[in-house]
């Protein structure tokens, strides 16, 4: 096996042209350089947009496949948020997302997309994708699979897999946030050429799973709170709280694309009093620069946050509080997602404002694993109140040692509301959009 380029990044805008040129082309150099070939698999997220092309990973696999040729077999793994086009679908041969979300199976996917791949390099299979969409720009309520309609779909998809020469199916509810024409969920099945009617068959099963997640578009498992609410019922869970409360910002999920910095929610936590409090991570470098530069005890005035773009989520909050602790934040993640993997917020810092501790950080990163507030001094289970920036990863971690969790929309970037994006490039007429749809 021989590994090529690894490279990662928290979403934000497209790509740029230097970057693809050393990261993206980097890859079909790397092939190039290693040729001949009996196989590819590219991990890839499935959702990227570079300054070159909506479909970055088309792209990907164009320059791959013109330095391998059409008969090499290259797979594909994916994020469950990608955005598949018709292109990656021609292009790979072999198509395998994540099955969870939170995502806690990487591992798995790159073993199933090796075995597949590993059959063809034998020549026992000869895989072929079709693919399938609706005019649906979101689909499976985000793909979550601790409850909802994703379960169904995964479940009737891994039913699909015993029909005569179909290899593997995959579900993807795709990235809303990315303005690009095909965005929106599809179904991928990969077959075996070979099979008689496989074609058909793979079609078939792509268009079953697709109206199911017609079907089922309208599903929300969310209850999305005002900040204030959820402070409010924040602190009436304080008294007699044995385990946290969680709260969720959904809408400032960095992870999403969104800035990081929105304060809503923590300025409804400072006005409702809460007495046992921890808000992160707060994407502020210049305010974790001020608590570092004041040291570790010291009293101070900062503004923190909102400093981005206050339409989202807020503008920057006034606070006066202690450094309780200063780190380089780094850690090393122990949840279900990252197990082992080492991660860096920067400069980081803990402002302690009343009861409420604010993990202030330089680098953009939603909360996923408990070691992002441990290793800068608090403890996660000691609080009656944890609120974090993030959609739904943080379950994997957060959900078994918590009270209740409530889910909160303070406006930010990423809303849970699809309508509120100022789309372009989108296809129309497309669900919920367009009222007819
Ligand atoms: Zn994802």
Redesign the pocket.
């Known amino acids: 096996m021989l590994p090529s380029v690894a490279a990662i990044a928290t979403p934000a805008g497209p790509v740029t042209a230097e970057a693809w040129e050393r990261f993206g082309l980097g890859i079909a150099r790397a092939a190039a350089a290693a040729l001949p070939l009996d196989g590819v698999l590219l991990a890839l997220?499935g959702a990227m947009v570079s300054a070159l092309d909506d479909d970055a990973e088309g792209a990907l696999l164009a320059a791959v496949r013109a330095v391998v040729g059409r008969d090499v077999p290259v797979g594909i793994t994916l994020?469950?948020?990608a955005n598949v086009s018709d292109r990656m679908a021609e292009l790979a041969d072999v198509i395998c997302p994540?099955r969870t979300?939170p995502?806690i199976d990487m591992a798995e996917t790159g073993a199933r997309c090796a075995r597949l791949i590993g059959d063809a390099m034998a020549g026992r299979t000869r895989p072929r994708v079709v693919i399938a969409r609706r005019d649906q720009a979101e689909g499976l309520d985000q793909?979550r699979t601790d409850a909802g309609p994703m379960l169904e779909a995964l479940s009737r998809a891994a039913a699909a897999e015993a029909r005569p020469g179909i290899l593997t199916t995959s579900v993807c509810v795709g990235?809303s946030s990315a303005d690009i024409a095909f965005m929106g969920p599809s179904v991928a099945v990969t077959y075996d050429s070979r099979t008689d009617g496989a074609e058909a068959t793979a079609r078939g099963v792509a268009e079953e799973l697709m109206d199911f997640c017609w079907e089922t578009r309208a599903h929300e498992g969310n209850e999305y709170l005002t900040p204030d609410d959820a402070a409010s019922r924040a602190k009436a869970h304080e008294n007699g709280a044995t385990k946290p409360l969680v709260i969720a910002d959904y809408a400032d999920n960095p992870g999403g694309g969104a800035y990081g910095d929105a304060t809503e929610l923590l300025r409804a936590m400072l006005d409702a009093g809460l007495e046992n409090a921890c808000f992160g991570a707060m994407v502020d470098g210049e305010a974790a620069a001020a608590l570092h530069a004041a040291g570790e005890g010291a009293t101070v005035t900062v503004s923190v946050g909102g400093k981005v773009d206050r339409r989202f989520g807020g503008g920057p909050l006034s606070l006066t509080g202690v450094v309780e602790r200063l780190t380089d934040g780094r850690f090393v993640c122990d949840g279900p997602m990252w197990r082992g993997i080492a991660k860096s917020f920067g400069p980081t810092g803990v402002l302690r404002v009343a009861g409420v501790r604010v993990l202030i950080v330089t680098n953009a990163m939603q909360i996923t694993d408990r070691q992002q507030f441990l290793h800068a001094g608090i403890d996660p289970t000691a609080m009656a109140t944890v609120a974090l920036k993030s959609m739904q990863h943080f379950r994997a971690a957060y959900q078994p040692l918590a009270d209740a969790v409530l889910v909160c929309d303070t406006g930010a970037l990423c809303s849970p509301d699809v309508r509120a994006r100022p789309f372009k490039k989108l296809r129309r007429p497309i669900w919920p959009l367009d009222p007819l749809h």
Do not use: A, E, I, T
Request: a negative charge.
């Open positions: 997220h994020d469950l948020h994540y979300y995502h793909g990235f």
